[in-house]
């Protein structure tokens, strides 16, 4: 098993960011090489504490920004709208990490490679295709706004959610 692999499977694959499965992620490195290059710090960049699992184009488009420490996010950070799939945050972010936020933001809320996926794991949803275990272990966000909001569950999922099974 590769680096990569294992990193993926310690992450349950999902891209720490955008918080959906992502088969072929890559290692993130939190606090970037480029900060700690040349100095006394150097060994942290690779150490397993400093390590993150992330979809390739949201971890190439990072650059300089700070993105909020996924081992530091909260569940009532974000919450997903139903039916736009669109990401917010709450006023739960503690102000130290509005900016962080602000600049996850930018790149997650409505892009479209997130986007589509959202749009994917909920049509296959509502077409009774992917169950609700399957959504909360592959879209977690999709499954908390699912039972946020009843009225887009299946008929077998609103009367588990009304039984207080689900």
């Known amino acids: 098993m590769s680096c990569r692999d294992q990193i993926g499977e ?3 694959h999902l891209c720490c960011y955008t918080v959906t499965f992502v088969a072929n992620g890559e290692a993130d490195h939190f606090v970037p090489w480029d900060d700690v290059r040349g100095t006394r710090k150097a060994h942290l960049a690779y150490q397993w504490s400093n390590i993150r699992y992330a979809d390739g184009w949201i971890n190439r488009s990072k650059g300089a920004d700070r993105f909020p420490d996924p081992f530091v996010v909260q569940d009532d950070w974000f919450e997903l709208q ?3 799939l669109e990401l917010r945050f709450t006023d739960r972010v503690p102000a130290e990490h509005c900016d962080a936020v602000r600049n996850l ?3 997650v809320k409505k892009d479209f ?3 589509k996926v959202r749009r ?3 049509d296959q949803y509502l077409r009774g295709v992917r169950p609700i275990e399957l959504v909360d272990e592959e879209a977690p966000l999709l499954g908390r706004a699912l039972r946020r909001n009843p009225e ?3 008929p077998d999922d609103l009367k588990r959610h009304q039984d207080g099974v689900l």
């Open 10 to 12: 310690a992450f349950g």
């Open 82 to 84: 139903l039916p736009s």
């Open 105 to 107: 933001m930018k790149r």
């Open 113 to 115: 490679r997130v986007m």
């Open 120 to 122: 994917r794991y909920l």
């Open 152 to 154: 887009f569950l299946l």
